[in-house]
C-alpha cells in the first residue's frame, strides 16, 4: 500500500487485526476513514489470507492478512496526526466527523448443529478393527494395485491423528466406490473416518470432509436418505462452532460465496482434452467431482441447485469411471 512519508510515520497494524471503528488510511493522501464492514476472503486451504474493509467514506480496499498499516485517529489527516498548525485547533477535524451508528451484533452466538444421538445411530457400529475393514476391502478385490497399495499401509496401523494416515483411508473409500463400484465396501471404510469429531485441524478435517461427502452422496444413491443426512450435518457442524457473532457472521458469508462460487477446474479439464491426455483429465475430473459431492452435502447454493448437482454428478460419475 503507498501512502506519503508523512503517513508511513504513524502507528500501525497488522491487517488481521483490523476492527470496525478503525481509522484506515487508504492509497493516497486523503484523510484515514473510520472502517464499517470488514470481511476475510480465505485461501484453498481455508486460512483468512486477504481482509476486505469498507470505510464509512464508501472507500473499499484489499489487504494480504499479514501486511502492517497506517491507522489513525478520527478522520486525521497525515499532517493533523504530527500536530498540524495550532492555529488550526487540533481537535477540529476529529470534531467534524459525523457520529456513525453501527447496528449491535446477535447477542447469541450460532448453535451447533450436529445430529442428536438418536440420528448418530444411524451410522452402523462396526463389528472389526478398522484393520480388519481395510483388510477385508482389499481381500474382495484382489488385483486391483490401487487397492493393495493403500490397504498395505493401512493395516500396518490406523492412526486417527496422522493426516496422511486419513487421506489414505479416503482414497481408499472413493477407490471402492468410483472405480470398483463397491459402495457397501465403501462406506464401511468410509465410517472409521465419519465418527471422528472435527479437532480443529483443517489438514485432517479435509480428508474426513472428503469422506462424508462422499458417503452422504452413496446414502442417497441407496435410498437411505436419512442415513445421508446425518453425514451432511457432520460435515456441516464445524461451520457452527465459532462463538463470536462477527466472526461467525464474517464466516458464514465467505463459506457461501464458496458455495456459489465453487472451483470446478473447467480449464484444466479443458486444457487435458486440448492436449488429448486422458490421465490428467481424469484426474481434474476427480477433483471436480469431490467438489460437487461437498455441494450436494451443503445442499448445493444459490448458483448450483439440486437438480443440476444430481446431474452433474452422474455425468462425471460417468467420465471418470469409463
Excluded at 5 to 30: C, H, M, N, S
Excluded at 127 to 142: L, M, N, Q, R
Excluded at 162 to 178: E, N, P, V
Aim: proline letters at 7%.
Amino acid at each position: 500500500m503507498t501512502h506519503s512519508p508523512a503517513a508511513q510515520q504513524y502507528r500501525e497494524k497488522r491487517a488481521g487485526a483490523l476492527q470496525i471503528g478503525d481509522y484506515l488510511f487508504l492509497p493516497g493522501d486523503g484523510p484515514a476513514e473510520e472502517i464499517t464492514h470488514i470481511e476475510l476472503e480465505h485461501d484453498d486451504f481455508g486460512v483468512p489470507a486477504v481482509v476486505l474493509a469498507t470505510t464509512f467514506g464508501g472507500g473499499s480496499v484489499r489487504i494480504a492478512i499479514g501486511s502492517n498499516v497506517p491507522v489513525g485517529e478520527a478522520a486525521a489527516t497525515p499532517a493533523d496526526i504530527d500536530g498540524g498548525d495550532a492555529s488550526d485547533g487540533g481537535d477540529a477535524p476529529a470534531e467534524a466527523v459525523p457520529a456513525v451508528v453501527v447496528p449491535p451484533l446477535p447477542a447469541t452466538a450460532p448453535t451447533v448443529s450436529g445430529p442428536s444421538a438418536a440420528q448418530f445411530a444411524l451410522i452402523p457400529e462396526p463389528t472389526d478393527s478398522p484393520e480388519d475393514v481395510v483388510a477385508a476391502a482389499a481381500e474382495a478385490h484382489p488385483g486391483r494395485n490401487g487397492i493393495a497399495v493403500l490397504s498395505e499401509r493401512l493395516v500396518k496401523g490406523i492412526n486417527t491423528k496422522s493426516g496422511s494416515c486419513l487421506r489414505d483411508m479416503s482414497d481408499l473409500a472413493h477407490d471402492l466406490f468410483i472405480e470398483l463400484r463397491d459402495p457397501d465396501r465403501a462406506l464401511a471404510v468410509a465410517d472409521i473416518l465419519n465418527v471422528l469429531p472435527y479437532d480443529g485441524n483443517r489438514d485432517r478435517w479435509m480428508s474426513v470432509e472428503r469422506s462424508l461427502a462422499l458417503s452422504s452422496f452413496i446414502c442417497r444413491e441407496l435410498g437411505q436418505t436419512e442415513r445421508a443426512e446425518v453425514y451432511d450435518r457432520l460435515l456441516q457442524a464445524p461451520d457452527t462452532l465459532e462463538t463470536d457473532p462477527f466472526k461467525a457472521r464474517i464466516n458464514a458469508k465467505v463459506r457461501q460465496r464458496g458455495l456459489n462460487e465453487p472451483n470446478l477446474y473447467d480449464k484444466e479439464i479443458f486444457r487435458s482434452i486440448d492436449n488429448r491426455n486422458h490421465d490428467a483429465e481424469r484426474e481434474w475430473r476427480l477433483l471436480r467431482l469431490e467438489t460437487l459431492l461437498f455441494l450436494r452435502s451443503h445442499g448445493g447454493s444459490n448458483t448450483i441447485g439440486l437438480g443440476e448437482l444430481d446431474h452433474r454428478i452422474a455425468n462425471e460419475l460417468e467420465a471418470v469411471r469409463t
